[in-house]
């Protein structure tokens, strides 16, 4: 939503000229920036483009000032940075800070005629924030754009929201040095170690090759083909430490913030955990670390607001929604749908998502849920099924694909459809018999398994380059992409290192899948990208 192409924020006030300002509650600030909250516990209010009224969390400053305060742009329009140190001092045209919205981002001619414009100004002060917020002029007089809203507040909200703002990316964030810049990946106890180290060095392979670049690039200087020079000040060189966890998940947050302390790093990238990620996502919440698309099938039902972790998708609780989903659409409520779950998270989770979701489209369908806990226990919990008849459909939701799958390919199991999640598919090509194939559906939350991206290949040829093997190529390509965030991210930032203007910088669904032996992937897509 924008509202803002101005010097200040999206918030104004009453303010008696003249009385003297009072210290403002930071805490307090923060609240109204973040959420439109006055001092008195109640939403602002203001108008915008001369007469709309509005108010409340969808109106305030971070909607288009964002979190970290170096604004945006939206809809063709510019919205300025409101930090600490560029709001309280006088404007000064900033070529590094203004690169990003000059040359790498596709606007409109008026947006561009917008940035140019040098808008000197001197810093604000307290009675000139007031008047650019209440009336919409900086303090050298110059009109502030009318999408911004101009509110009215107490003169406590606005010494508030100053002593906010004074604060707001005045620093740099931890992790960063004159020279380096600290990255971290989180490898979980239970992850599979071939998986672990296709993750990791393709990980170290990225960093060997960015210091390459950046080594070469600050050898000389004063040579400055495509303006290099000018951002010199912005090259680090990338730290990468490896986080192994132990343990239960219980503890990998006590386990994590002990190495915070040893050496704090700017973000944590990509990574590799079987388990829950609610713990490393707590973690980084509360530190306000940036963490980059971790290959993490379980990630956080119910993020926290203005979480600090990026997913490529909801794991397997998109995967169970979209099952529920693609049912729902082609069984009719008298169908009689069975799943088994694994005990273990993999598996108690996607069920309940698939047992909320299925109530959801379905309200009077028959649904039984069964969970298990290692091989004989589902061995025995098919036999029963096979004695109560075929279902109509049966979801399999396994924490042990290649265990659980040959359990299944000996049982005398028959079903109109078998869902297995995306997890399952190797072992399913490798174990399943070609009779289960007019049944099987796998949700496959990635490209379609035939299809070929373009840039894979250019991927593929610089793994090959370097020697790489591809042994894993979905987590090895999900990995490179995170890798090319951080140096995209780092791209747009130069030398404003704050973690959560690197976070801004930086809809989900799914295919059903089933098999086809004709194929080399070995399965085709079946109907449209499904979002649930």
Same mark, same amino acid.
């Given at each position: 939503?924008?509202?803002?192409?101005?010097?200040?924020?999206?918030?104004?006030?009453?303010?008696?000229?003249?009385?003297?300002?009072?210290?403002? +509650?930071?805490?307090?600030?923060?609240?109204?920036?973040?959420?439109?909250?006055?001092?008195?516990?109640?939403?602002?209010?203001?108008?915008?483009?001369?007469?709309?009224?509005?108010?409340?969390?969808?109106?305030?400053?971070?909607?288009?000032?964002?979190?970290?305060?170096?604004?945006?742009?939206?809809?063709?329009?510019?919205?300025?940075?409101?930090?600490?140190?560029?709001?309280?001092?006088?404007?000064?045209?900033?070529?590094?800070?203004?690169?990003?919205?000059?040359? !790498?981002?596709?606007?409109?001619?008026?947006?561009?005629?917008?940035?140019?414009?040098?808008?000197?100004?001197?810093?604000? +002060?307290?009675?000139?924030?007031?008047?650019? @917020?209440?009336?919409? @002029? +900086?303090?050298?007089?110059? %009109?502030?754009?009318?999408?911004?809203?101009?509110?009215?507040?107490?003169?406590?909200? @606005?010494?508030?929201?100053?002593?906010?703002?004074?604060?707001?990316?005045?620093?740099?964030?931890?992790?960063?040095?004159?020279?380096?810049?600290?990255?971290?990946?989180?490898?979980?106890?239970?992850?599979?170690?071939?998986?672990?180290?296709?993750?990791?060095?393709?990980?170290?392979?990225?960093?060997?090759?960015?210091?390459?670049?950046?080594?070469?690039?600050?050898?000389?200087?004063?040579?400055?083909?495509?303006?290099?020079?000018?951002?010199?000040?912005?090259?680090?060189?990338?730290?990468?430490?490896?986080?192994?966890?132990?343990?239960?998940?219980?503890?990998?947050?006590? !386990?994590?913030?002990?190495?915070? %302390?040893? !050496?704090?790093?700017?973000?944590?990238?990509?990574?590799?955990?079987?388990?829950?990620?609610?713990?490393?996502?707590?973690?980084?919440?509360?530190?306000?670390?940036?963490?980059?698309?971790?290959?993490?099938?379980?990630?956080? =039902?119910?993020?926290?607001?203005?979480?600090?972790?990026?997913?490529?998708?909801?794991?397997?609780?998109?995967?169970?929604?979209?099952?529920?989903?693609?049912?729902?659409?082609?069984?009719?409520?008298?169908?009689?749908?069975?799943?088994?779950?694994?005990?273990?998270?993999?598996? %108690?989770?996607?069920?309940?998502?698939?047992?909320?979701?299925? %109530?959801?489209?379905?309200?009077?369908?028959?649904?039984?849920?069964?969970?298990?806990?290692?091989?004989?226990?589902?061995?025995?919990?098919?036999?029963?099924?096979?004695?109560?008849?075929?279902?109509?459909?049966?979801?399999?939701?396994?924490?042990?694909?290649?265990?659980?799958?040959?359990?299944?390919?000996?049982?005398?199991?028959?079903?109109?459809?078998?869902?297995?999640?995306?997890?399952?598919?190797?072992?399913?090509?490798?174990?399943?018999?070609?009779?289960?194939?007019?049944?099987?559906?796998?949700? &496959?939350?990635?490209?379609?398994?035939?299809?070929?991206?373009?840039?894979?290949?250019? /991927?593929?040829? &610089?793994?090959?380059?370097?020697?790489?093997?591809?042994?894993?190529?979905?987590? !090895?390509?999900?990995?490179?992409?995170?890798?090319?965030?951080? =140096?995209?991210?780092?791209?747009? /930032?130069?030398?404003?290192?704050?973690?959560?203007?690197?976070?801004?910088?930086?809809?989900?669904?799914?295919?059903?899948?089933?098999? +086809?032996?004709?194929?080399?992937?070995?399965?085709? @897509?079946?109907?449209?990208?499904?979002?649930?």
């Amino acid at each position: 939503m924008m509202r803002g192409a101005a010097a200040a924020l999206a918030i104004a006030l009453t303010l008696v000229a003249g009385m003297p300002a009072k210290a403002g +509650d930071a805490a307090l600030g923060a609240r109204l920036y973040h959420e439109g909250i006055g001092a008195d516990g109640r939403p602002v209010t203001g108008t915008v483009q001369g007469d709309v009224e509005i108010g409340g969390a969808a109106f305030a400053c971070v909607s288009c000032h964002r979190p970290s305060g170096f604004g945006t742009s939206e809809g063709g329009s510019y919205v300025p940075p409101i930090i600490g140190p560029i709001l309280f001092a006088p404007s000064s045209p900033d070529r590094n800070r203004m690169f990003r919205e000059l040359f !790498q981002e596709v606007q409109s001619p008026s947006y561009w005629a917008r940035v140019r414009q040098p808008r000197l100004r001197p810093a604000y +002060d307290t009675a000139s924030l007031a008047r650019a @917020v209440g009336e919409g @002029v +900086d303090p050298a007089g110059h %009109a502030l754009d009318p999408a911004m809203p101009r509110y009215a507040l107490a003169e406590a909200d @606005v010494a508030n929201l100053e002593a906010f703002l004074r604060g707001l990316s005045a620093e740099i964030s931890p992790g960063v040095t004159r020279d380096g810049i600290h990255f971290a990946t989180v490898i979980g106890p239970d992850a599979d170690p071939a998986e672990a180290e296709a993750v990791l060095s393709t990980m170290q392979a990225y960093v060997e090759w960015m210091n390459g670049r950046i080594a070469v690039d600050t050898r000389n200087p004063a040579f400055s083909p495509n303006f290099r020079s000018d951002f010199i000040d912005a090259y680090r060189k990338w730290r990468l430490h490896v986080w192994r966890l132990e343990g239960s998940p219980e503890s990998w947050e006590a !386990q994590l913030a002990a190495r915070y %302390a040893e !050496q704090p790093v700017f973000a944590l990238v990509s990574g590799l955990v079987a388990g829950p990620w609610d713990a490393v996502g707590r973690f980084c919440d509360a530190r306000r670390v940036p963490c980059l698309f971790p290959n993490a099938e379980l990630v956080p =039902e119910a993020p926290a607001e203005r979480g600090y972790s990026m997913f490529f998708n909801r794991g397997l609780v998109l995967e169970a929604e979209v099952a529920a989903a693609e049912i729902a659409e082609t069984l009719p409520e008298t169908a009689r749908i069975v799943q088994l779950h694994a005990s273990a998270p993999r598996g %108690a989770r996607p069920a309940a998502a698939f047992t909320r979701a299925l %109530a959801a489209r379905m309200p009077r369908v028959q649904l039984v849920s069964m969970g298990y806990d290692g091989p004989a226990a589902l061995e025995r919990a098919l036999a029963g099924l096979a004695a109560d008849g075929a279902p109509d459909a049966l979801l399999l939701w396994t924490a042990a694909p290649e265990a659980d799958l040959a359990v299944l390919a000996r049982a005398s199991v028959t079903t109109g459809a078998l869902y297995l999640p995306s997890a399952a598919m190797a072992a399913a090509q490798a174990t399943l018999p070609p009779g289960l194939d007019p049944a099987l559906r796998i949700v &496959w939350p990635y490209e379609e398994p035939e299809g070929y991206h373009p840039r894979q290949y250019r /991927i593929r040829a &610089w793994m090959h380059t370097r020697r790489l093997p591809v042994t894993h190529p979905r987590l !090895q390509l999900q990995t490179y992409y995170a890798m090319t965030m951080v =140096e995209f991210g780092l791209m747009h /930032i130069i030398t404003d290192f704050h973690r959560d203007y690197f976070l801004e910088i930086a809809s989900k669904g799914a295919f059903i899948v089933a098999p +086809d032996r004709s194929l080399s992937a070995g399965y085709v @897509v079946l109907g449209d990208w499904i979002v649930p």
